[in-house]
């Protein structure tokens, strides 16, 4: 059974920081593209970051420079460490692990986190 579980979210003051956790299990995780996505209240689910079973990270060009997104395959975690939050970033995070070879495709997703940015 394939299990994502978030972690690390919570209320934060605007310029704060916050570090989510992921952790996976059921899947070998080196082969999977590992993905943070989120879903603010009325908005469609985007990607926030991505980080390859190589190790290239792509992120939304409203995280850059403030996002960081990071993994460990023998532990099977993933990490997203979030700083100079903004309101804006307030959303529901979700982990996701996505892997794609030839006609062979496999997405999981985790439950989420609420991450709330507010004075």
């Known amino acids: 059974q394939v299990q994502l579980v978030e972690s690390g979210g919570g209320l934060v003051q605007p310029g704060g920081s916050l570090r989510l956790s992921c952790a996976a299990s059921?899947?070998?995780?080196?082969?999977?593209?590992m993905g943070w996505y989120r879903q603010a209240p009325g908005q469609q689910r985007e990607l926030v970051a991505a980080?390859?079973?190589?190790?290239?990270?792509t992120y939304a060009d409203s995280v850059k420079g403030r996002f960081t997104a990071s993994r460990d395959n023998a532990k099977k975690m993933v990490w997203l460490q979030m700083t100079s939050l903004r309101s804006e970033d307030t959303a529901v995070y979700y982990c996701?692990?996505?892997?794609?070879?030839?006609?062979?495709?496999?997405?999981?997703w985790g439950q989420g986190t609420q991450v709330t940015v507010s004075s």
């Open positions: 996701n692990a996505d892997y794609r070879f030839g006609t062979i495709e496999s997405s999981y």
């Open positions: 980080i390859t079973s190589g190790g290239t990270t």
């Open positions: 059921g899947i070998i995780v080196s082969i999977y593209t």
